[in-house]
């Protein structure tokens, strides 16, 4: 079968992918992954060029060879919808043929299952019920008798199959994989057990339901003795063996998947809420709210209602199931002694002592289950304190709590806390190794007494006058961070940086400038929490603006740590839990190409971070732009580093990736300034292959790809590459059929109309303005009417007003006054953006001032 596009501009054009052939050998013109290849940056892999012009790679069969990557997959995807493929690819996972290509067959078949086996509403089944059945009966015994690289993938296969069949579909799987723990063979075990752990690992993360609590009960009803049983038997194991190393290098590996399992398992298991509880949390919440919008139907409650939450406060323990209750409770404190109406309540000076003491410090302290966040749950204690996440807990109710108090009492609750303040930091300083978290809740408390107004783009805002921010960071928040040890009290270490990021427009910038070099040091922390906030901190800082919206810090102030910055910024990657730390690549905003390529190369084979990504990418993108404005010939170190692992990206489809690398490239290509490399022309045209726009996510950077080609190579693409401009406004067209897409189809037209040679699309012209109008007519929406004005007023500046009349007007005759009146006059004031703005400004000024019809027929009354 052929998938084929046919676009109207030229029926020679249509870009055909032959299905597969019966035999194993298939050959490819050269694609994209081959194309750089060949590329002089790119020496040294083992591709050669056959007589017949076609890539081919000797030793091994070409469909799965890793060299025509993407060439081969391009084909691969145009034959998926057959079931006679599958079952073809699933028997060939049999065979055994050479390594390379034994390896290789395993991850098609893998990210082929990753593609299909959902089934979409609204969509074909893109594998019928037999396969699935036949894969289902053979793919566990087809795992655990492969070899274990070719194993792994196939247990990742299992896993992507097991989260949409498992337990409804595939009742059978626990049965089959318990049985084999059965055999004695620690391969086939581990293969189960790595296969498990895959299947079940998602617990973890899942969001709680009764449905899952009942997929759990069935895993531990077949799962839990068995394994418990091997548990015991490896141990008794490893005692018999224990002079053998290669026998405990096994059977420890057994150990660590079966302690996963157990964690799996047992992750959700923990003390949670009660009905009544809840249903008390529930009104503490209502309470709230009739306090604050039913004044005055409520105040004759509001008094009985606070004493029965104040006993509920005082008597309910620290145990983390109660967070929910005591977070409503407090807030509906908060929410009331902020209304003018209740103040009366809260003036007298022993109500503000006993609500610090009782309910605001208890509500502050850092808990054994805060600290075991802080150190074995990093990402989520770093989410809920850095990302505002933490509107549910009791320090963030405390704190509201707080600030509300102060509208009304600021002086007083502002000397009654700075009594606790005190107390508690002469606690922490008569034994700071055992009395630490007396200081991390009064640091807590003076950031809630100082912080009347905050956002997470700039800190605090509005401070209270009557705490001294920078006396209390010279003398309680200095001392911590300039300990030699960035590793010891780490919870006060992560408070010391947070109040630096949290009032950094109100510490003095030479305080500011004798912190950086401490933040970097604690880059190097073990604690996650502590080098992330150290990152997150500094990029805050070097953002920070002066009064004339300068950078705070100057290139000369901050010379003096740059190299140490890079380094430890580099280090703290390496770190155990931060190798995709998307704080410390966030700050990593002058990397050098080498390390950031060796990062690249390690993550695109597994990725896992968006955010981690995104700054990663987004660091690559800096480092081309700052280095190659002082110096374009750069371009080519880049080039030379990038190259190859944008090779692997592309030839192992990391879906994630590819839209990263058609942008960098893009940005590459721009920085040529003479005419567009061989190598990347050799590219130009595998970029048209309708397959690569069928990924949604590829469209935007594809689109900015070949802007980047028309920008710097129109006149190369006009002699060299014409026969592929209907397939450029083929491309085009697919874009502009799609409401979603069409104006990114308008954004690749406007580049072809500014930048190719006028002859070159002179035959096109009609057509293209037959498809807008096509489109116009057939669903019209606001996006595509700005983008439709800001086209024909390019096309006016470009080919003139009179061009377009007559273009109009050879379509229908007097097609250009209809639009005139139609579109043009009663929509062009709805464009919006500055450059889209001047452009139909110029325009429309050439339609009125070089458009003789508009000045001498019936177009005058318009």
Request: glycine fraction near 4%.
């Amino acid at each position: 079968p052929e998938l084929r596009y046919d676009w109207p501009f030229q029926s020679g054009w249509a870009q055909s992918i032959p299905g597969p052939a019966p035999c194993l050998g298939l050959t490819r013109t050269c694609a994209v992954a081959a194309t750089f290849a060949a590329a002089p940056f790119c020496r040294g892999l083992n591709v050669r060029r056959s007589s017949g012009k076609e890539w081919v790679v000797s030793g091994a069969a070409l469909a799965w060879d890793s060299r025509l990557g993407l060439g081969v997959r391009t084909r691969y995807r145009a034959m998926e919808l057959s079931d006679a493929n599958l079952q073809t690819l699933t028997e060939y996972l049999k065979k055994t043929l050479d390594p390379d290509p034994a390896i290789r067959r395993p991850v098609t078949f893998k990210n082929y299952i990753k593609r299909n086996w959902r089934i979409v509403e609204d969509e074909p089944n893109k594998i019928c019920e037999a396969d699935r059945v036949a894969i289902k009966a053979n793919i566990v015994h087809l795992m655990l008798s492969s070899p274990e690289q070719i194993q792994k993938q196939l247990s990742d296969a299992i896993s992507i199959i097991g989260r949409e069949d498992f337990p409804q579909k595939w009742p059978d799987l626990l049965t089959e994989m318990v049985n084999r723990f059965q055999s004695g063979d620690f391969h086939v075990i581990n293969g189960v057990l790595r296969t498990a752990h895959s299947l079940f690992k998602r617990y973890r993360h899942e969001f709680k339901s009764n449905e899952l609590w009942t997929e759990i009960k069935l895993v531990l009803d077949a799962f839990a003795l068995p394994l418990t049983n091997l548990f015991k038997a490896t141990i008794e194991l490893c005692s018999t063996h224990a002079n053998d190393a290669s026998a405990l290098r096994i059977l420890f590996s057994s150990l660590i998947l079966i302690s996963k399992l157990f964690y799996s398992l047992n992750f959700q298991d923990e003390e949670e809420a009660g009905l009544l509880e809840l249903l008390k949390s529930q009104i503490c919440d209502n309470a709230a709210l009739y306090a604050q919008k039913y004044d005055e139907e409520f105040q004759r409650y509001l008094p009985r209602f606070v004493t029965a939450i104040w006993n509920l406060l005082v008597t309910t323990g620290q145990e983390v199931k109660y967070d929910l209750l005591v977070s409503n409770a407090i807030q509906f404190l908060a929410s009331v002694c902020e209304r003018p109406h209740y103040k009366n309540l809260f003036e007298d000076q022993n109500t503000l002592t006993s609500i610090c003491e009782k309910v605001i410090v208890p509500n502050m302290e850092f808990r054994a289950a805060d600290e075991e966040a802080f150190e074995d749950n990093s990402e989520e204690y770093i989410r809920r304190d850095l990302e505002g996440s933490d509107i549910d807990t009791r320090r963030r109710a405390a704190c509201d709590l707080v600030r509300g108090l102060c509208k009304f009492f600021e002086g007083p609750v502002t000397g009654i806390f700075s009594g606790y303040v005190n107390s508690m930091l002469q606690e922490y300083a008569k034994n700071p190794s055992i009395n630490w978290k007396h200081k991390d809740a009064a640091i807590y408390l003076v950031t809630s007494l100082a912080s009347k107004a905050q956002t997470q783009k700039h800190g605090i805002t509005q401070a209270n006058e009557l705490v001294n921010l920078t006396e209390f960071f010279v003398n309680h928040i200095l001392p911590d961070l300039k300990s030699n040890n960035v590793n010891e009290f780490p919870v006060l270490k992560a408070d010391g940086i947070k109040y630096i990021m949290i009032f950094r427009n109100q510490v003095p910038k030479e305080h500011l400038l004798v912190s950086i070099p401490l933040l970097i040091s604690h880059l190097q922390a073990e604690s996650i929490v502590v080098h992330t906030y150290a990152a997150h901190a500094l990029e805050r800082l070097f953002t920070m603006r002066g009064p004339n919206n300068a950078t705070l810090f100057t290139a000369a102030e901050i010379a003096p740590f740059v190299e140490i910055l890079l380094t430890n910024l580099f280090k703290a990657l390496t770190l155990p839990g931060s190798s995709e730390n998307e704080y410390i690549m966030k700050g990593r905003r002058f990397p050098d190409v080498q390390t950031i390529t060796k990062i690249l190369t390690s993550d695109y084979k597994n990725p896992s971070k968006p955010h981690f990504n995104h700054y990663m990418f987004e660091a690559i993108c800096l480092s081309i732009r700052i280095t190659c404005k002082a110096n374009p010939a750069a371009v080519v170190n880049f080039e030379e580093a990038l190259f190859l692992v944008f090779t692997e990206i592309l030839q192992n489809d990391v879906q994630e990736f590819i839209p990263y690398v058609f942008q960098v490239m893009s940005l590459l290509l721009e920085t040529h300034k003479n005419d567009i490399p061989s190598s990347y022309m050799a590219l130009f045209p595998h970029l048209l292959q309708p397959v690569l726009w069928e990924r949604t996510g590829n469209i935007p950077a594809l689109v900015r790809l070949l802007q980047a080609f028309l920008e710097r190579g129109s006149s190369t693409i006009a002699s060299a590459a014409a026969d592929k401009i209907p397939g450029l406004l083929g491309v085009f067209q697919k874009l502009i059929a799609s409401k979603a897409n069409d104006h990114q189809g308008f954004y690749l037209l406007n580049s072809i109309i500014e930048h190719m040679p006028p002859e070159s699309v002179d035959q096109y012209r009609k057509q293209i303005f037959i498809l807008l109008f096509q489109r116009l007519q057939s669903s019209k929406t606001t996006k595509f009417i700005k983008s439709f004005l800001v086209f024909i007023n390019l096309y006016c500046i470009k080919y003139g007003a009179l061009a377009l009349q007559e273009i109009f007007d050879g379509i229908q005759p007097k097609m250009f006054g209809m639009v005139l009146e139609k579109i043009i006059i009663p929509e062009i004031q709805k464009v919006s953006g500055n450059v889209e703005k001047k452009i139909c400004a110029v325009g429309i000024t050439k339609l009125l001032t070089e458009c003789p019809p508009m000045m001498d027929t019936e177009y005058t009354k318009l």
